[in-house]
């Protein structure tokens, strides 16, 4: 049953599929960026909507001259002396100037801004005080969603999806609080490859597959 239960946990469990993913993803990253960037250059990274934890198995951390910014809605947890946390939101960063970071990072976030509208604020602001991005969001296309691990949840009315989260097992093999069940349902819109290339006109795709299938999508103007 642990193993079960390891496999379809949220990706912040380092032995669920979707931790193994995000690791794989941040090797594929980090390729890339090392093709822009010297181990010796001052870099400046902004993490958006991001997490100290993620960065734990990352070599940049540990590069000379990097500085890591997460901005959350709130105050996020960090001791690592290169990653700071600040507060803002992701759709309107005035307290940033133009190309101010050499580089936007951001893993899971974009979908989580409850609009289309919103979306295309969060992309353009990358944009503006970025450098260089790249942004990680998952596929809507793919089978299972991968916030609840449902089939084909993203395709069922709300109040059904609702009913399966709050009254079953069948994500996760738990039951959702109720609030916490009606916030995801609130906040979440899925984005397709169409969609992230609207967002990001000038970017190349990095398509994350899994059986021939594309899991996530990566947005990225990494060489």
């Known amino acids: 049953m642990s193993f079960i239960s390891n496999f379809f946990s949220p990706s912040d469990n380092p032995n669920s599929l979707g931790a193994k993913f995000r690791n794989q993803r941040q090797k594929d990253f980090e390729n890339l960026f090392f093709q ?6 001052p870099i400046r990274v902004l993490d958006v909507g991001g997490a100290s934890y993620f960065w734990d198995t990352s070599s940049l951390p540990s590069l000379p001259k990097v500085e890591i910014t997460l901005l959350n809605l709130g105050k996020e947890e960090t001791t690592h002396p290169k990653i700071k946390s600040v507060i803002g939101d992701a759709t309107s960063m ?11 990072f ?10 289309w509208e919103n979306q295309q604020k ?4 990358i944009m503006r005080v970025g450098k260089k991005h790249f942004i990680q969001t998952p596929n809507r296309r793919f089978p ?4 609840y691990a449902i089939p084909f949840a993203q395709y069922l ?5 609702y ?21 995801y349902l609130d906040e979440i819109r899925l984005l397709d490859q169409k ?6 006109p000038d970017s190349k795709l990095y398509l994350e597959k899994f059986m021939g299938m594309v899991k996530s999508i990566c947005a990225h103007n990494l060489s």
Do not use: G
Not at 94 to 104: G, I, Q, R, Y
Not at 106 to 115: M, Q
Not at 166 to 171: E, H, I, L, R, V
């Open 106 to 115: 951001s893993n899971s976030v974009i979908e989580h801004l409850y609009t």
């Open 144 to 147: 299972i969603e991968a916030h």
């Open 163 to 183: 009913f399966f989260l709050t009254k079953t097992k069948m994500s996760r093999l738990q039951k959702w609080d109720p609030t916490h069940a009606q916030q």
């Open 157 to 161: 009315p709300q109040k059904v999806l």
């Open 122 to 125: 969060m992309a353009n602001e």
């Open 94 to 104: 005035p307290e940033f100037a133009d190309k101010s970071f050499d580089l936007v």
């Open 36 to 41: 822009n960037f010297s181990k010796s250059d």
């Open 195 to 200: 969609e992230m290339q609207l967002l990001f």
